[in-house]
């Protein structure tokens, strides 16, 4: 447990690490356990993890904001999303710590970045949720934009504007990127597929960084 990331290091003879058996941080998010182990001279060795810890830290990286316009409104909404995500957690028995860090445009942007706003809405997350604490991260939100809107203008906004949807499209050069990629594998997705996902809803977050603020 001195070495607090469980991981594998060798299948066959098995060297594993077990991880810390209790997250302490943020930073040591996910299910924390031990190994259960089955040695047998005349087959592979047996490791399988169990989660056991009372309290499991998680972060949560959710978008999609735009018709939400009222705190209430966003309350129910994490509260959906939190119970979709627990369904496809069905053996986590435990309590949880969440940090839920919000992308995209929302018209509470205002509202999500005063201090006063975001406590009262962590508290009452706490009890809507059913957990034992809520922080919120609403720095990557931004105001509602169109992007169509300046996707024809003659000027750098404009042209990256362009430049992204050629990327989307396959039809601009997205080899010169390929040193930057390292979340793609090639093996299982094609350079403009994998361009294509990730640069997908990047629109209204660069007029957002680019334009003159409101």
Not at 63 to 92: C, H, K, N, T, Y
Request: with cysteine.
């Amino acid at each position: 447990g001195h070495v607090h990331r469980r991981q594998e290091l060798l299948d066959e003879p098995a060297i594993h690490y077990p991880g810390n058996i209790q997250g302490r941080t943020p930073a040591e998010s996910g299910p924390r356990g031990g190994l259960l182990v089955e040695v047998d001279g005349k087959h592979p060795t047996q490791v399988v993890f169990r989660s056991f810890a009372p309290v499991r830290w998680e972060t949560l990286d959710w978008a999609g904001w735009e018709e939400v316009d009222s705190l209430d409104a966003l309350i129910r909404s994490m509260a959906q999303r939190w119970a979709a995500w627990l369904e496809r957690e069905p053996g986590a028995r435990c309590e949880w710590m969440l940090r839920i860090r919000m992308y995209g445009g929302t018209p509470l942007w205002r509202t999500l970045r005063d201090p006063a706003e975001r406590e009262t809405l962590e508290s009452e997350l706490v009890g809507e949720l059913g957990v034992l604490d809520v922080v919120v991260d609403p720095y990557a939100v931004h105001a509602p934009v169109d992007p169509e809107a300046h996707r024809g203008r003659e000027d750098a906004l404009g042209y990256a504007l362009q430049e992204l949807e050629r990327l989307r499209s396959g039809s601009a050069d997205g080899e010169r990127f390929r040193s930057a990629l390292q979340g793609w594998d090639e093996r299982t997705e094609t350079l403009n597929a994998y361009l294509a996902r990730i640069l997908a809803g990047a629109d209204a977050d660069l007029v957002s960084w680019m334009r003159e603020p409101d």
